[in-house]
């Protein structure tokens, strides 16, 4: 398979961004219709097992060279992705700041800044990714080629997520939103599948077929029904990733990517940094615009409404946050999305790298 960009990789990436952004508009719009609306509850539910794994898995096999290089010729993928993480929590913080100023509730606390930048808030994909490089990057350096039995410690914590987010509780302003320890603990065994497992993905395409990836799906459906509907326990939720991200990289190995829809999937999936970091300012706006005008109660049937405004306003979210991210490194706003040079060193050459991008 190799770790440079292949168009199903980007496929990938591209759908995934597009289900973590549906999945964030139909959250507000079943806020404002009341509750459980609509068709996009359940297909969330449907593809919550594949969205982070798939792009964790994805970012780890694009970092499995970059990891055996010296750290000082591999910025981009920490000092790079740092300062992604640190400035678009700076701007979320000052957004907030200014939100409760108007609001007149009163003053974010130095202490609750700080720890909404060493906690992985609000744009926590860039965290996870740092913190995975750098682990990795130790594991071979200690390790050297039995790295990755690395897999088996994070195997364990990914499955012990529930428990260890328990015991990672910090206390913020609920304005930051969600802590995400565990998701941060949940994904990092995909990560280092992606890193060490290129082999193991080489060979589901290899052996996919239409039938072969019609079954692999079908397996992925029935572990799906009986985790959520019938007696096997939550805990094997793992299992039923690994069995999602396999199906999803058997049926991209079948399907033809040429198409125009698939091209701008996978123009999609070449730029979801910018996309993740600037979609939350659009749902910010979608969010005072359902709840200061009441739009969506007077659109008809609440069901009917929730079904076919989500796909339609995620989308647009998409192709705005793409639009933004490529005028933005186009020019004088460049440092919202890659460091500036004199931050990476001996690797200021290459660009902070789009491995992929949340969510949850």
Do not use: C
């Not at 970012?59 to 010729?73: C, F, K, Q, Y």
């Not at 970091?277 to 706006?285: I, S, T, Y």
Request: glycine fraction near 8%; aromatic fraction near 12%.
């Amino acid at each position: 398979m190799g770790v440079k960009r292949k168009a199903w990789i980007d496929v990938a990436r591209g759908t995934a961004i597009i289900l973590v952004t549906l999945m964030h508009v139909s959250f507000i719009v079943e806020a404002a219709t009341g509750g459980n609306t609509g068709v996009w509850p359940e297909v969330n539910r449907f593809f919550r097992p594949l969205r982070m794994p798939l792009f964790f898995i994805i970012a780890g096999s694009l970092a499995a060279n970059a990891v055996r290089r010296p750290l000082s010729m591999t910025t981009p993928r920490t000092i790079g992705l740092a300062w992604v993480y640190f400035l678009w929590s700076a701007l979320q913080a000052v957004h907030l700041a200014l939100t409760l100023a108007a609001e007149n509730e009163g003053a974010l606390g130095v202490g609750e800044v700080v720890t909404s930048f060493l906690a992985p808030t609000g744009v926590w994909f860039f965290y996870a990714l740092v913190l995975y490089f750098l682990v990795a990057r130790a594991a071979v350096v200690a390790l050297h080629r039995w790295a990755p039995l690395i897999l088996l410690p994070a195997a364990a914590v990914s499955a012990s997520a529930g428990l260890l987010e328990g015991i990672s509780t910090v206390d913020i302003n609920p304005g930051f939103g969600f802590v995400y320890f565990g998701s941060v603990y949940s994904n990092v065994v995909w990560y280092f599948a992606g890193l060490f497992g290129l082999p193991v993905l080489a060979y589901l395409r290899r052996v996919s077929t239409p039938l072969t990836a019609l079954l692999a799906v079908a397996v992925y459906s029935l572990g799906y029904h009986a985790i959520n509907v019938a007696w096997v326990p939550g805990e094997f939720g793992w299992l039923l990733s690994a069995f999602a991200v396999a199906a999803a990289v058997m049926v991209l190995a079948v399907l033809p990517l040429t198409s125009r829809l698939s091209q701008a999937i996978a123009a999609v999936g070449r730029r979801t940094l910018p996309i993740y970091a600037v979609q939350w300012l659009f749902l910010d706006l979608l969010t005072r615009l359902v709840v200061a005008t009441d739009i969506l109660d007077v659109l008809g049937d609440p069901d009917v409404v929730a079904s076919v405004v989500s796909p339609i306003v995620a989308t647009l979210i998409v192709a705005l946050s793409w639009w933004f991210g490529g005028v933005a490194t186009r020019g004088r706003l460049a440092f919202l999305f890659q460091a500036p040079r004199r931050l990476l060193g001996t690797a200021r050459q290459q660009k902070t790298p789009s491995e992929g991008a949340p969510v949850s």
